[in-house]
């Protein structure tokens, strides 16, 4: 047994005891900073795993944009939480809710158990493909060209779970600015910092959405750095949340899937297939999809972040 | 120079799981805070010592990610997770 | 050369790693939320600086070289805010628990 197999028994050991007492936490806030503990650790076990790809989205969304949406809502349920605690179900609740998660673990190892072992894959198809795209990281090959329909489809998923925040509005606030009005010493140490790093983190999720072409990264990484420094802003009181019956806004949030489509339905026009792309203008396209879909990820993930509108427009 | 490394890499790997034991304890809410901090710094090594181990150079960009999104999810913290702060002492209508 | 960056790379790997002990230690044993603190921040900083220096020279190219100290710098800067914003914290809400 080498160096290398004791450091990944370990790291898994950890991993996963973390995720169990994560879950077995009785309090709301002690188990959302595990859970975020959770989120910084896992990359690690992806990276050894050379899925790099994978771990920079767990660390963007584990680690950042996850946690800060859990803690929000366990400063929410803070004040009810006494109460929630006290009333203890009874017995045969526990049991049924025990027999179903038992259920549930056993149906889905069985199916990891049962895999066809070497397990059936497309990547060598995939990998030997990737010059039909001009784009050399296979994971964005897969995600933008092989299976471009489902990319699309996720972006409307992401619309759709926007609409349905913000129906969670009261009828007053319909179409307000969602979450409170932050306030911070403009001199003071938080203002600072959200003045200092948001030009650094612009910069790097650029670079992550630039590379991801080559490298490791991509649209979803990308948008989701934008989305986080967005959100650091107007946790400082240095602007506030845009009022979502803005027209630019909701033209940015149908922008990533809305070109996306425009492109599929030019590749019916021209005699090739839906969401198919020209052989000589695929990189040109692919980027330009990219474009549109880093900002409607950035702003669909910071204004999911933010809540449900809260105060009118005019405030 | 691998093994060396390997070895440093578990070294800071067990620090990160006593690490672990302030966010099991606490007992302060701070307390959380300051573990779930020192994850983030000793994932980021942890990050860059296995890039150089297993010769991913991307690591450095999942690194470069945790930097900053760890910040905010800190940050996230000062602002929610203690109640009774109000960031930089304004008269704030935040935390509810 | 190449023996002299090893011997750099080890020794600085082996420093950073001893911050990260005293750091992690220094949470889980000192007394108050403060001095805790100050445990946290020095050493974790200073613990992931010297695992960056010690790492510099294995780099392969310059690019990645700066990628690495911009990630250190990084995390001082927020570091450093974060334990600030902690400590006005535990100040604000009375005794350390």
Same mark, same amino acid.
């Not at chain 1, 911070?184 to 650094?200: C, M």
């Given at each position: ?96 809710? #025990? ?23 497309? +990547? ?11 784009? +050399? ?89 934008? +989305? ?77 972040? #933010? ?9 | ?96 | ?22 750091? =992690? ?7 108050? =939320?403060? =001095? ?44 450093? =805010? ?16």
């Amino acid at each position: 047994m080498t160096v290398a197999t004791i450091l990944e028994m370990v790291l898994g050991a950890v991993v996963l005891g973390l995720g169990a007492w994560t879950i077995a936490a009785r309090e709301t806030f002690a188990a959302t900073v595990g859970y975020v503990a959770y989120g910084l650790l896992v990359p690690l076990i992806w990276v050894r795993l050379d899925a790099v790809d994978v771990a920079l989205t767990e660390a963007a969304i584990g680690g950042g944009l996850g946690g800060v949406l859990l803690l929000g809502a366990a400063a929410r349920l803070r004040a009810s939480e006494p109460a929630a605690a006290a009333e203890t179900p009874g017995k045969i609740v526990r049991l049924g809710a #025990a027999g179903a998660s038992v259920m549930v673990a056993a149906a889905l190892s069985a199916a990891v158990l049962l895999l066809p072992d070497p397990a059936p894959t497309l +990547a060598p198809a995939a990998i030997a493909n990737a010059s039909a795209t001009g784009l +050399a990281n296979p994971v964005t090959n897969v995600l933008m060209a092989f299976r471009a329909m489902d990319t699309m489809l996720e972006k409307v998923v992401l619309l759709l779970a926007i609409v349905g925040v913000w129906s969670l509005a009261s009828d007053q606030a319909w179409g307000g600015r969602p979450g409170p009005r932050h306030q911070a010493d403009p001199h003071g140490v938080f203002a600072f910092l959200a003045r200092l790093l948001p030009p650094v983190g612009i910069v790097v999720g650029i670079y992550m959405f630039w590379t991801g072409a080559d490298h490791p990264g991509g649209a979803f990484q990308g948008g989701s750095m934008l +989305a986080a420094m967005w959100l650091l802003v107007i946790m400082a009181g240095l602007t506030d949340t845009p009022p979502a019956s803005g027209r630019w806004l909701r033209l940015v949030l149908i922008a990533g899937p809305g070109v996306f489509l425009a492109v599929g339905l030019g590749g019916v026009c021209f005699g090739l297939a839906f969401l198919a792309y020209p052989p000589t203008n695929a990189k040109p396209l692919i980027l330009g999809i990219e474009v549109a879909m880093v900002l409607t990820i950035a702003v669909t993930l910071g204004l999911l972040v #933010a809540g449900a509108p809260e105060r009118s427009p005019q405030r | 120079m691998t093994e060396f490394l390997t070895a440093a890499l578990g070294f800071i790997l067990a620090m990160l799981a006593l690490g672990l034991v302030p966010i099991l304890r606490g007992p302060g809410d701070a307390d959380r805070m300051m573990a779930a901090q020192l994850i983030g710094t000793g994932g980021i090594a942890a990050l860059l010592l296995l890039g150089a181990v297993t010769g991913v150079p991307a690591a450095a960009d999942v690194a470069l990610t945790v930097a900053l999104l760890a910040t905010f999810a800190s940050i996230a913290f000062v602002k929610k997770g203690l109640p009774h702060l109000d960031a930089d002492e304004a008269s704030s209508t935040e935390d509810r | 050369m190449s023996f002299a960056l090893d011997i750099l790379t080890i020794a600085a790997v082996s420093a950073g790693a001893f911050f990260f002990l005293a750091g =992690t230690v220094g949470l889980l044993r000192f007394p108050d =939320t403060l =001095t805790r603190l100050h445990a946290l921040t020095k050493a974790d900083n200073l613990g992931l600086g010297l695992v960056v220096l010690g790492l510099l020279p294995q780099a392969g190219s310059v690019r990645h070289g700066l990628k690495l100290v911009g990630i250190w710098l990084l995390v001082l800067l927020a570091g450093a =805010t974060v334990s600030q914003l902690i400590a006005r914290a535990a100040r604000q809400g009375g005794p350390a628990r």
